[in-house]
C-alpha cells in the first residue's frame, strides 16, 4: 500500500538551529502525533545549522493534503518566523510503505514512537560549483 509523505524545506538563520529544533519538539511534534492520519514525523538539521528539514508521514492523501490546505500548516509554522530566512516550502510525494504503516492495520509498536521522537541528524551536503 501506498502513504503520503509531506517535506517541509527550511532555510534558518545563522545560530538558530537549536531554537527551531525546539520550536518542532515544542510545536509541530506535539500537533501532528495527536493527528489520526499522521503516522510519524521526522526533523533534520543539516550539518552547517543553515538548512533543517521536516518529514511528515500519512496513511491517507486527503489527511496529507488537508493538512496544508485547511491552514494547520501555515498556522504551526508561523512559529519559525523568527528564525527563518525565507517562509518554508512543503511539497507533497506518495510513496510505498517501506515501514508498514499504511492500510487498515494499527500503527506498528515501537516504529511509530521511534519516528514521533525529533531527530536531529547531521548531513554532509555538496555546494554547486558555478
Known sequence: MAMWVGMV???????????????????????????????????????????AISIDFWNSELAASSFETSGLFNKLVAHFEPVLVNPPDRTEFQADDAFGFAGDQAKPKGVDLKLMETMTISFKTKKAKD
Not at 534558518?12 to 531554537?19: D, I, N
Request: include cysteine; aromatic fraction near 12%; charge should be positive.
Open 9 to 51: 524545506s527550511y532555510d534558518l538563520k545563522a545560530g538558530k538551529k537549536s531554537k527551531a529544533t525546539t520550536i518542532w519538539q515544542e510545536y509541530v511534534r506535539p500537533f501532528l502525533t495527536q493527528q489520526k492520519d499522521c503516522v510519524g514525523a521526522l526533523w533534520m538539521v543539516a550539518q552547517d545549522g543553515d538548512r
